[in-house]
């Protein structure tokens, strides 16, 4: 079974730009989690989207955005990019189990300049 | 605020050795407990998750849980140096799914 893909891998944008990140989940995963991560505060919860609703929200401004579509395929975008958003973004996909049990993606590398 | 604790490191042990990593938190509703590794420039990759109190044994991981003191560990066994990452302690609160991670422990083995 592929794993999670997420494209693209690596993107390099200017301060005020806006960018889509785009990620395809485990087949038959229909929860789809995004993180921020960076070396100074590690992983940070974006938000998480199930059938298309999104269910949960962390504490990011609202240039963060994200949707999901029927057949799970997510995209977030970040508008009037800033220094600070350069991180490394990560999407990971669930079942909803007992568990949830969550897998990651290879990562979009985004780079503000 | 839900909080994730690991002692960042560097931990260091020998080829061969026992590495124990720990992990608190301050929900006690937590439901769901996961370890990932993180090779670096790499994304994280679940080793084992844990959601009753006690041990849980996969091959040289174990991951044990205790939930009145509100602290998860994993251990591994036989140390190898391809285990040299950081391992990031994440937990579920029940009723959602929204994962709190800690900052990670970053181990060394030395071969």
């Known amino acids: 079974k592929a794993g999670v893909t997420q494209t693209p891998r690596y993107l390099i944008k200017t301060r005020g730009q806006q960018v889509t990140l785009s990620c395809s989940p485990i087949?038959?995963?229909?929860?789809v989690s995004w993180y921020q991560q960076t070396p100074g505060q590690g992983l940070q919860f974006l938000f998480e989207?199930?059938?298309?609703?999104?269910?949960n929200k962390g504490n990011f401004p609202g240039r963060f955005s994200g949707r999901q579509f029927s057949n799970s395929r997510s995209e977030m975008n970040v508008s009037t990019l800033e220094l600070g958003d350069s991180a490394l973004y990560l999407c990971?996909?669930?079942?909803?189990?007992?568990?949830?049990?969550?897998?990651f993606g290879p990562g979009t590398r985004l780079t503000v300049l | 605020q839900k909080e994730v604790e690991q002692n960042s490191g560097p931990l260091s042990v020998p080829e061969g050795a026992i590495a124990s990593l720990n992990c608190t938190y301050s929900?006690?509703?937590?439901?769901?407990f996961f370890w990932y590794r993180q090779y670096s420039g790499k994304s994280p990759e679940l080793i084992m998750f844990i959601y009753s109190n006690g041990d849980k044994e996969d091959g040289r991981f174990t991951a044990q849980l205790n939930k009145a003191s509100q602290y998860v560990s994993l251990l591994i066994r036989d140390s190898q140096p391809s285990d040299s990452a950081t391992y990031l302690c994440a937990v579920r609160p029940g009723g959602s799914n929204q994962f709190y991670f800690g900052t990670g422990t970053s181990l060394t083995v030395i071969p």
């Open positions: 990971a996909s669930s079942l909803w189990t007992l568990t949830n049990e969550q897998f």
């Open positions: 087949s038959g995963h229909r929860s």
């Open positions: 929900d006690r509703g937590s439901q769901s």
């Open positions: 989207y199930f059938s298309e609703t999104q269910r």
